[in-house]
């Protein structure tokens, strides 16, 4: 009686744990999304802010952050083909490039009110035309309409010594009142200087 009791209390217990782990119908049909080619990223002023934050380790207030897919330049010429010379870019793959500022600052000597925006780009052989634009959460350049400009910058090309693969984008510390977004891929570097005063 014993051994009868202990099979049929066993069968219960991997019965019910069999229903609580067997997928319904409607989770079977979901699938999940493959890795992106092109994976999106994170850049932050000061750099690794959200670490810092919660390590009680930031010394200064936050004061940007881009979001941007990086796309890789596998052998492939960059500019002047995959990135057509004075066409607007999206500034990296899928998602136009959206910059945040959590406070006022002026670029190029125009000042941009704390908000979010979107980046693009006119890039020419000598000179990039960076393009913040108040269209945001918009994919690709298709959409874009160059009556939502807030600015226009215009930043010399500046030639890197080795092709950078992944598209980059990171702040840097400028002088004492200043930072700058730089932006690469493959053999081209431009860098914005935007003022914090």
Request: glycine share 4%; charged share 25%.
């Amino acid at each position: 009686m014993k051994h009868l009791f202990l099979t049929l209390m066993l069968a219960a217990c991997g019965a019910a744990a069999n229903a609580q782990t067997s997928a319904s119908p409607i989770s079977l049909a979901v699938k999940m999304p493959e890795v992106d080619k092109s994976p999106m990223d994170m850049a932050y002023y000061p750099a690794n802010y959200p670490v810092l934050k919660i390590q009680g380790k930031a010394t200064e207030p936050l004061v940007a952050r881009v979001i941007y897919s990086r796309p890789l330049k596998n052998d492939r010429v960059v500019f002047g083909e995959l990135v057509e010379w004075n066409k607007i870019w999206r500034l990296g793959a899928n998602e136009a490039t959206e910059i945040e500022f959590y406070r006022d600052v002026k670029i190029g000597g125009k000042k941009i009110a704390k908000g979010k925006y979107t980046l693009f780009a006119l890039p020419e052989q000598e000179q990039w035309t960076v393009i913040l634009n108040k269209d945001t959460d918009t994919w690709g350049a298709f959409k874009y309409d160059e009556k939502k400009d807030v600015a226009r910058i215009a930043l010399p090309v500046q030639q890197m010594p080795v092709p950078v693969n992944a598209f980059s984008i990171m702040f840097e510390k400028g002088d004492a009142d200043s930072i700058v977004l730089d932006i690469a891929w493959d053999n081209y570097m431009v860098a914005m200087p935007i003022s914090l005063k």
